[in-house]
């Protein structure tokens, strides 16, 4: 907390009120942070004095945001009965952390369920409990617990993180829940948390609140962080520029060994993720890098020239973020420099955000083909969940009415024969899920490269194979069944020829369906499920009611 | 090809058959890689005399398997008329590369289209042309082109793959093309290509092929390595033990940085991925990391105890990969310490395999939610396709007649009443929507930890509540559609109850699935959708034409 500037927009002197005021008023608003600032400000003996004054249930909880360095000495100036109370809240065991049982499904539960600990501190009022569980926890960590709290909990769980953590706590949150809590944080506090961000954090940051909040936190940075902020903000999101950092270090080609480690020792420290110095001519261009291993491993005489590494490719600056996640992912970087259209370097890529990046984008393919968004809080208002997800809803709505109306167009021949009503659902059915494993497949294949112009004819080919096999062996077992259940041969007949069709076009379409999506520029995993749904449904009512109609009537 | 020992089992002369005789047949087989190897051992002059006697068509595909640096001096033993046609067929322009057009959408195709000029060498025999194109590739390239090629242009390509390269394009493949293609080449090719590559990638090879394939890459492993191979062996494929490498480096933490820094310059290089060496003490137990870019800028005469970093925990040997994965997305490591039991070192984890299980892990949630295997071929023989994609369908056939079995207890309702048969799709297909986008949030919520138990009674009390928000809005929308296309009150009011219960239902389906299949250890992504989607039709059928009977007839 000692980081923070003195608070003069809220200085409490300045409007005639007293800092016991002050206090008292922000914790009954539960804004613990700015309690625990105005805590920091006063005198041991003041704020004991304050917490004599308060009725039990408001002693406890200003008791909860004392700083344990304080503690010891506000205790000395209160009588001994109330030292005694309050010393006993602080004596706490925090709770230990316990190996899992291993799991054999793909996932597994936190190690510790911190979840389950935060709230029991939090229904027990313990915060001063609940500080120290957070500061125990990896920003990381924190983040993932908050977007597992409801809003409430959240809130109140949200106030007691250090400011100097809040920063970085926000950058792990999904989009959602990161502009709610950046902005229930007062201004100046948001402001402090990120001054210890790295640049691309912060960009990100920027790039992702609400234009308000990101302009407050760009007129706060100055000098040289501010030019690097606004050449970064001018790049795309999702392009190599918008994942980049600006603090690659530079060297020159036809230095020695022996001067880079003496100009590092200088400098002192390096950024994080630094495996590499990037080596430029005299005008800027990237020429090779040196990686950290070699210069520790080669001769202190040797020149730069001779130790670095020619082979690794420079991004250009405008290259797609996904293409960027390739590159790494295929040639095993660590961190990649990025050039301009000039070959100039500007700056570099670290494997870190592409992992982020990698795993946000498989996140993204599964909850769109829900129609989910990726970036929403689980937690959000009931209303807007709802409202999200009835949008989904009525699109399939439409979908199931077409089908229905292709139904409807039969109504006549289902009255005659109740069975073609018992059994029409069966061929939509197989259709819809003979389909969604072309569609899948496809996405996937797209999204790996696997899938291109050249053998899409040959894909094409195979898929069709495929459901011909199936569908003829699936359209016998369930004609015989039906013919089993109902006694008609007439009935098992028509239902295995509307099952073969059925596959046969679920397959072209499962196939034709991502690449269209995909030529117009529209994420197949989106809108891939629905437009298949609505091509099986109504072309398996079509053609069993269809073939029905017109052989068993 | 110079690395290759000489092939004791199938030394031409041993049989009394000359060289040129077993050029032709491994040339007639298509055992490119062997008839290359064949030409390494004979003379110039010789093989000129093969190329005179062959007809036109052996002629070419020979002289596509040699060596660009022998070309010349082969030509020169040749008559002018053959040696100019030779030349011809060498002065080939390889394709250049384009700037692909930006798309909107998630994906994007390759930059440049491998596959296509890849096809097209293959098709016109230039095979030369091709072995230029594959050696300017990165194997992680060869081997996605190699997954988007039908087997038969695959395995020609594959022949052309150099042998020092195989062994790292196999490590990129998806396991069943992987074991293919290992059985393709012969066994001491094979042998060959493995001996460059990283010990963690051997044990995952080793792993992933054949029993048989797997023991002869390890009986040919012998010394040092053969025992490090044998202990990371011995954990299991998706422990941390399962992900490490055995290359640490290891350092005191009473040297000097000096001192490090020299021991490191007589080593001469550091394995691949080396961020941090390790710092242990004498009994070899886990004190920290000494990062790279602490030891290039620290003074030369400080301790190393002085300038390591405590806060990286070593990773438990047994941990499941996903929690490692975890642990590097959370702390943005680029490698991580594995311990024993007792807190020894044994290796160490790098960014690379995590990077590749992340995207592994998102790639097998996608496919099987789709019933499909991630680490299948795509272009597998017809046969094991569609029987694999047979299984998976007929486990839906049984959703699919249990849900006709419901409507069947109906017939005499339907008779009475066809507008219900027209409408039932919309109640099931509502219910499977709604439920599907609950079970995924769920599923996703798990593999995040977002999902635990201290949160799942919240939970659900908010998906019941958005259950009920949409039920009701869908019920009325779709209610009045239904009495505005059959005039019928009743039939827009039954229809609306059963919607808003399958709504509900499949709320709590979708939540419960996914919770009690984890519970169980099942993967909830390969069941849940199946096991929902009979939930979703059975109570959409039973409830929609059950109160249809009860109130309406």
């Known amino acids: 907390m000692n980081s923070i500037e003195p608070d003069s927009t809220q ?30 400000r006063m005198h041991p003996a ?3 004095a304050l917490l004599e004054l308060l009725d039990a249930g408001q002693r406890t909880a200003l008791w909860q945001q004392v700083d344990a360095a304080l503690e010891s000495r506000i205790l000395s100036h209160l009588n001994s009965n109330l030292s005694q109370q309050l010393a006993g809240e602080s004596s706490d065991v925090l709770p230990q952390e316990q190996p899992a049982p291993a799991l054999s ?20 009022g313990k915060l001063k409990r609940l500080g120290k569980i957070l500061q125990r926890m990896h920003p990381a960590k924190v983040a993932g617990m908050l977007e597992g709290l409801p809003p409430v909990e959240r809130a109140k769980v949200w106030s007691m993180v250090d400011t100097d953590r809040t920063g970085k706590v926000l950058t792990y949150l999904h989009d959602e829940i990161r502009t709610k809590l950046a902005q229930d944080l007062d201004p100046d506090d948001l402001i402090a948390s990120v001054q210890a961000l790295e640049l691309d954090d912060l960009v990100d940051l920027i790039q992702t609140l609400p234009p308000a909040l990101g302009s407050q936190l760009m007129q706060a940075t100055s000098g040289g962080r501010r030019q690097q902020l606004d050449s970064m903000l001018s790049y795309a999101q999702d392009s190599a520029g918008g994942l980049m950092n600006m603090d690659a270090i530079e060297v020159r080609a036809d230095v020695k060994v022996s001067t880079v480690l003496r100009y590092l020792r200088l400098r002192e420290t390096l950024p994080p993720q630094t495996d590499m110095l990037m080596v430029l001519d005299r005008r800027g261009h990237y020429q090779g890098v040196l990686r950290l291993s070699a210069l520790v491993t080669s001769a202190l005489e040797a020149r730069v020239a001779d130790v670095m590494q020619t082979d690794i490719e420079a991004i250009a600056v405008e290259t797609q973020d996904t293409e960027v996640a390739r590159i790494f992912q295929d040639q095993d970087l660590l961190s990649a420099p990025v050039v301009d259209a000039q070959g100039r370097l500007i700056g570099r890529i670290t494997v870190d955000d592409v992992v982020d ?8 393919t599964l909850m769109q083909m829900a129609g989910l968004d990726d970036e929403a809080d689980m937690f959000a208002p009931l209303l807007v969940s709802s409202r999200r997800r009835a949008v989904w809803l009525g ?52 999204a790996l490269g696997q899938v291109q112009k050249g053998n899409i004819r040959v894909l094409l080919n195979r898929e069709v194979g495929i459901s011909i096999l199936n569908g003829v062996l699936w359209a016998v077992v369930i004609a015989l069944l039906a013919v089993a259940w109902f006694g008609d041969w007439g009935i098992g007949g028509v239902l295995g020829v509307a099952i073969l069709i059925n596959l046969l076009c679920a397959a072209v379409a499962g196939l034709a369906i991502p690449l269209v999506l995909h030529r117009l520029g529209i994420d197949p995993a989106l809108a891939g499920s629905v437009i298949l749904t609505t091509v099986t ?17």
């Open 395 to 446: 699109i399939n709505l439409v979908t199931a009415f077409l089908a229905a109306w292709v139904i409807g167009q039969f109504q006549a021949t289902l009255t005659q024969l109740v069975a073609l009503a018992v059994l029409m659902p069966i061929v939509a059915s197989m259709g819809g899920i003979a389909g969604s494993q072309t569609l899948t497949l496809v996405i996937r294949g797209l």
């Open 46 to 48: 003041k704020i004991a």
């Open 11 to 40: 200085e409490p002197q300045a409007h005639g009120r007293t800092e016991s005021e002050f206090v008292i008023e922000a914790l009954a608003l539960g804004k613990n942070k700015r309690v625990r600032k105005l805590l920091g």
């Open 357 to 364: 990046l990698i795993r946000d984008e498989s996140d993204r």
């Open 537 to 553: 449904d109504v072309i398996g009512f079509f053609a069993f009611l269809g073939l029905a109609t017109v052989l068993l009537l």
């Open 105 to 124: 499904g793909g996932f597994k539960l936190n190690k510790v369920n911190h979840l389950t600990a935060v709230r029991e501190a939090l229904g027990q």
